[in-house]
């Protein structure tokens, strides 16, 4: 297989492209994402393959932490968490929090709430959240996570705050996507990738509670 052409020599938007047209091409990720605000951390573990997936997601607000897992199977979205993380994070009424709460909802792919709950659950939805905007600027390279990369930029205004996106893909070899990184407004979010193509070993939860 012949290497990548050198990252210097290369446009910043070309750069996203095969570094996303390379991770589409692969099999499975794992990721880990972290977001920190002002009032709310949220972190995933995750690992992603092409026709199923798992997120485990750690949510504090105020002082209090909820736990969640999300899987993807068969086109079919499976949901258990506390009351706390439904309400707060899921967007489940207060009564409905209550009632799901340790308990496996499913949720069809014809359901309404489907594209959002199952979204970056599978690899394929995963790397389409790291498409970048143009205007477009290679940084040099630097070593990130053990790994040699070069970053990729996009610097754009949002509520009065500017916002930089950054992601981050190997400087040699497969082009695939080390990691990303947003700052603005005081907030901040990360994703890191690792484990390219290992068994993602995910089941369809039984006794799971319909939701339309």
């Not at 790994?147 to 070899?173: D, E, F, W």
Request: proline share 6%.
């Amino acid at each position: 297989m012949l290497a990548a052409p050198a990252a210097a020599s290369v446009p910043p938007d070309r750069l996203v492209s095969s570094a996303l047209a390379a991770a589409r091409a692969q099999r499975s990720v794992h990721y880990v994402t972290a977001a920190v605000s002002s009032t709310v951390n949220i972190r995933m573990v995750c690992d992603a393959a092409l026709d199923r997936g798992i997120q485990r997601i750690t949510y504090v607000k105020a002082g209090k932490s909820g736990h969640v897992t999300v899987l993807v199977v068969a086109n079919t979205a499976y949901v258990r968490g506390d009351a706390f993380v439904l309400a707060n994070y899921m967007g489940f009424s207060g009564a409905a929090a209550r009632r799901f709460a340790g308990r496996w909802i499913k949720i069809p792919h014809t359901a309404p709430g489907y594209p959002t709950v199952s979204a970056a659950v599978r690899l394929r939805s995963t790397i389409k959240e790291l498409a970048l905007p143009r205007p477009l600027v290679a940084l040099p390279e630097s070593m990130l996570n053990g790994q040699r990369v070069i970053g990729i930029r996009n610097t754009s205004m949002a509520s009065g705050h500017r916002v930089t996106n950054t992601l981050y893909v190997r400087a040699a070899g497969l082009r695939l996507p080390v990691a990303e990184v947003t700052r603005g407004g005081g907030n901040r979010f990360s994703v890191t990738f690792s484990k390219w193509n290992q068994p993602v070993n995910v089941s369809a939860p039984t006794g799971a509670t319909l939701i339309r």
